[in-house]
C-alpha cells in the first residue's frame, strides 16, 4: 500500500514540476539559438516570404526570426499565433509598434509595404516558428 502512495508522490512532484517549466519557458526573454534546425530545408512556397523578410525585418528582427539587439525573435510564444495572431503582424508592419514587451524601443512603420506582401512574411514567420517547435 505504501508503495503505491509513493509512486503518486513522485508522479504528482513530476507533474507539478512539468508545468512549472513550460510556464517558466513562456516568460523568459527568448533566446537567439532558439532557430529552426539547420537541416530544416526552407519549402519552396515560403522562399517569396523569406526574401520579403530578410529585405524588410531582418535587420531588426534578426536572421530566421531569431531576433537582434534591434528587436525581438519571433521564435518566442510571445508570438504564437494565439497571443500575436496574423492581425498582429498586419499592423504591425503598416502602423508601427509602440514598444510594449521589450526595451527596443518604437518599431517604425515599414516602408512600402503592403498586405500581400505581409502574406508571404507572415506564412513564412510561421514556418519558422513551426520548424522551431513554437507551435
Ligand atoms: C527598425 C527595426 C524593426 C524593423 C525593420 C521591423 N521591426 Fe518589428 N518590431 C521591432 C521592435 C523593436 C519590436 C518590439 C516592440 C515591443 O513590443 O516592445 C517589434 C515588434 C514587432 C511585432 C509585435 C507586435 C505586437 O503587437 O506586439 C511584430 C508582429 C513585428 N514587429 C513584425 C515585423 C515585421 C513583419 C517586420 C517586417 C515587415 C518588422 N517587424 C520590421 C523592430 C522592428
Same mark, same amino acid.
Given at each position: 500500500? %505504501?508503495?503505491?502512495?509513493?509512486?503518486?508522490?513522485?508522479?504528482? #512532484?513530476?507533474?507539478?514540476? *512539468?508545468?512549472?517549466?513550460?510556464?517558466?519557458?513562456?516568460?523568459?526573454?527568448?533566446?537567439?539559438? %532558439? /532557430?529552426?534546425?539547420?537541416?530544416?530545408?526552407?519549402?519552396?512556397?515560403? %522562399?517569396?516570404?523569406?526574401?520579403?523578410?530578410?529585405?524588410?525585418?531582418? #535587420?531588426?528582427? $534578426?536572421?530566421? $526570426?531569431?531576433?537582434?539587439?534591434?528587436?525581438?525573435?519571433?521564435?518566442?510564444?510571445?508570438?504564437?499565433?494565439?497571443?500575436?495572431?496574423?492581425?498582429?503582424?498586419?499592423?504591425?508592419?503598416? %502602423?508601427? /509598434?509602440?514598444?510594449?514587451?521589450?526595451?527596443? $524601443?518604437?518599431?517604425?512603420? /515599414?516602408?512600402?509595404?503592403?498586405?500581400?506582401?505581409? /502574406?508571404?512574411?507572415?506564412?513564412?514567420?510561421?514556418?519558422?516558428?513551426?520548424?522551431? *517547435?513554437?507551435?
Amino acid at each position: 500500500m %505504501q508503495w503505491m502512495l509513493k509512486i503518486l508522490a513522485i508522479t504528482l #512532484v513530476i507533474f507539478t514540476t *512539468g508545468c512549472e517549466s513550460k510556464h517558466n519557458d513562456a516568460d523568459a526573454k527568448p533566446i537567439a539559438t %532558439q /532557430v529552426p534546425p539547420a537541416d530544416a530545408t526552407l519549402p519552396t512556397e515560403f %522562399q517569396k516570404g523569406e526574401t520579403s523578410f530578410n529585405s524588410n525585418c531582418m #535587420v531588426c528582427h $534578426g536572421i530566421k $526570426g531569431a531576433g537582434t539587439d534591434k528587436g525581438p525573435t519571433f521564435l518566442s510564444r510571445i508570438y504564437h499565433p494565439n497571443h500575436h495572431g496574423d492581425q498582429a503582424f498586419y499592423r504591425a508592419a503598416m %502602423q508601427g /509598434v509602440r514598444a510594449h514587451h521589450w526595451e527596443f $524601443g518604437d518599431m517604425p512603420p /515599414v516602408e512600402g509595404m503592403t498586405r500581400e506582401i505581409m /502574406v508571404d512574411i507572415i506564412s513564412y514567420i510561421r514556418w519558422l516558428q513551426r520548424e522551431a *517547435g513554437i507551435y
